[in-house]
């Protein structure tokens, strides 16, 4: 065994066994062999049969840890890095996927631009048959480098994390994942990246970001915790990214992003029957972009639930 791999492919899980044989087998796929990639599964004490699915896949090739105790998927990621051994670090979801020439793109991204500190591609969008819901937005129209692209990120998320692939010692100068954000932490770690260094990205889609309402995602999106880890997000910017010249443009598009997710929650609402609906109405009233249209975005979408 190789101590320092080019790759570590470390897959966080809890309770997704039904869709980790595909993210198995989109990684063994193109397996560059022991020498460049370690593969490992690290479980947060699922309930499901998460062990016999790595064990049927795997075997011997992927490696497995167990939580002795279901910790939250923050220190699970923690776990991840923590025993991640090669230079070039992918946290690649149990539930989420990679397509044909992901690490080989990557790999050839690197040599290109050695001075990158992470480097993304673009992804699909897929719900829980595979089928694609949609396409994450292209920022060039090559392989390039992107500087100072925190300023970028910060009005929105655009990197999910199938999709990145992270230098080690990125890591462990800047540390890992922020405890304190239960839905946003990964667009925290990109934004903090890109601040210190210059990001390198793939024009073309090599991963796929699972939307499905069993993810801890969906689940968030129900209650409003998400909305809610949106305003913890926003102080960690401001008290360690956003420059005091950039604050009023940030608070403008903030409040959007807000909006959305408020919007978007409300919708997933309406079509499962949740109650929480109209609490998620009322919060888009408060943060769209101005009182006029927010009563009128309250006002069409109470008209609608009413079938008008």
Known sequence: MIDKPYFSVMIPTYNCAKYLRKTLRSVLQQDLGIDLMQIEVIDDCSSDSVAEVVQEIGGDRVGFYRQRENVGHVRNFETALNRARGKVVHLLHGDDFVLPGFYTSMMQAYESFPDIGACYCRH??????NDILGISRKEANQDTVLYEY???????????????TVKREVFEKLGGFNAQLAWTEDWEMWVRICKHYPMGYIKNPLAAYRIHQVSSTGAKALTGENVRDLFRLKQVFLDSIVEPAERPAFERSFRRVIFKVAESNYLECKKLGNPNAIKH???????????????????KYLLLSFGY
């Open 150 to 164: 925190h300023k970028s990120l910060l009005q929105g998320q655009r990197i999910q994390t199938p999709s990145i």
């Open 281 to 299: 109405l009322r919060t888009m009233g408060r943060y769209s972009e101005t009182r006029v249209r927010g009563l009128f975005y309250f006002l």
């Open 124 to 129: 699909f969008f897929v719900d829980e048959l």
